[in-house]
Every structure is written in structure tokens, then in C-alpha cells.
């Protein structure tokens, strides 16, 4: 089944302390997207990646790193959480010149 | 740059009513249009899409029609169910090129349906 995995899909943290949100897409995508969502203020693209080694900031990308050492994976690393990154974030995947984007499930993110 | 506008809601509606949530949008180039929708503590669902002008696209009842002269993109459904209630999404993408999948979203309407 195609699918974007994320991992945590929960998760309540303190300020400061690093933290990784995982994403794996199945389907040989070569773009993925990490967006955030913010109540009446839609979802924001936070960085983006065209394919391996390839990553660029999106529209909010302060307090957020990426990498994409592999073309499945993209995972999402706040170094120093704070408060103000509590959301609710979502990885994407999409084919080169395509226009279908497939998202995952969400991961709901409190920093305390 | 590209942008999404959606009416401001929520939008509260008894069920068998009709629903229009209105979206127009501003984009460089030719964007493909999307409707998506997120059901409470769920993630993001694609409704329906169109990637030309004149396209309609639908699914589930919902019907939107790309309307390049007004660009707009408004959702359409004729009667709603209880089980419509969810917040929706329009957005918009540059297929191709520079767009690198991104996506430009609105900011979301809440709508509750009331048996």
C-alpha cells in the first residue's frame, strides 16, 4: 500500500530538548515536504527536499533541519524546541512533474 | 507569490442543506487546484482536484470547478451530512518546474453539520 509513514504521531516534550520526527514514504518519490498546521492559518511548508542530498527552506523554516541521506526517508529534527513550534505537522510526498501529493497521518507536537 | 483565499468560517449547517465554502486563489503561471479535507483527530485527505481551467473535479457528493476568469475554486455540495463535518482545505500547486510539490494552502474552514 503507498503510504507516508511519520513517527511520532503523538508526542509532549520540554523546551530544549532535541527531538526527531521520522517520515518514510514507499512509493520512490523524489519530492517530500515537511508542513505545519496552525489554526486560521492553513498548513506552511517548513523545508522541502527534490531528491538525496537536495533540501531547500520552505515558508517557516527558523527552529527546523532536515536531511535526506536516503530518497525514502526525510525526517524532521528540532534541535531546541519551544513553545511556539507546538503543532501539528505533516510530511508529503510527491513525484518530479507531478501533481498528486500524498500526505501522512500527522504528528501532533506540544513543547512545554 | 501564490496565495489562497478561503471564506472565513465556521460554516454551521443543518443536514440536507447545501454547501458552498468559497476559495480563490492567486499563482504565477498555471496552478492544478485542490480540495482537501480533515476529519476530526485525523490527517489530511485529498477531495477532489482539477489541473486545467474548465476542469471539474468531484468525489463524495463535492463537486469544484476551476474557474480561471474569477480564479476561483469554490466547493460545492447539495446536501450535507452529519458526517461532512470536518475542516477544509483549498489549495493550489505548480505542477513541475520550481514547484518541487509544494503546496500553497488556505487557511481552512471549519464546518459542523447538525442532524
Known amino acids: 500500500e503507498a503510504q507516508v509513514t511519520q513517527n511520532p504521531r503523538y508526542l509532549i516534550t520540554v523546551t530544549g530538548k532535541k527531538l526527531t520526527v521520522t517520515c518514510s514514504q514507499n512509493?520512490?518519490?523524489?519530492?517530500m515536504s515537511w508542513y505545519r498546521q496552525d489554526p486560521g492559518l492553513g498548513l506552511r511548508q517548513i523545508y522541502y527536499?527534490?531528491?538525496?542530498?537536495?533540501?531547500d527552506k520552505g515558508d517557516v523554516p527558523e527552529g527546523y533541519k532536515v536531511s535526506r541521506k536516503e530518497k525514502r526517508n526525510f525526517p524532521l529534527i528540532l534541535e531546541s524546541p519551544s513553545p511556539n513550534q507546538t503543532s501539528l505537522y505533516f510530511c508529503a510526498s510527491s513525484p518530479a512533474g507531478g501533481n498528486t501529493i500524498y500526505f501522512g497521518e500527522g504528528s501532533w507536537l506540544t513543547v512545554v | 507569490g501564490n496565495s489562497v483565499t478561503q471564506m472565513e468560517g465556521p460554516v454551521t449547517l443543518s443536514e440536507e442543506a447545501f454547501l458552498t465554502i468559497n476559495c480563490t486563489y492567486t499563482?504565477?503561471?498555471?496552478?492544478?487546484l485542490f480540495w482537501y479535507v480533515q476529519y476530526p483527530g485525523e490527517g489530511l485527505q485529498l477531495l477532489l482536484k482539477a489541473t486545467k481551467a474548465d476542469d471539474k473535479g468531484s468525489n463524495k457528493g463535492f463537486e469544484a470547478t476551476y474557474r480561471k476568469e474569477t480564479t476561483s475554486f469554490h466547493l460545492e455540495k447539495g446536501s450535507v451530512q452529519v458526517s461532512d463535518s470536518a475542516v477544509y482545505f483549498c489549495?493550489?500547486?505548480?505542477?513541475?518546474?520550481?514547484?518541487?510539490?509544494?503546496?500553497?494552502f488556505g487557511q481552512g474552514t471549519i464546518l459542523t453539520v447538525h442532524p
Open positions: 527536499s527534490m531528491n538525496v542530498e537536495v533540501t
Open positions: 499563482a504565477t503561471g498555471y496552478p492544478s
Open positions: 512509493m520512490n518519490h523524489e519530492y
Open positions: 489549495a493550489l500547486t505548480l505542477a513541475g518546474g520550481t514547484s518541487y510539490g509544494k503546496l500553497t
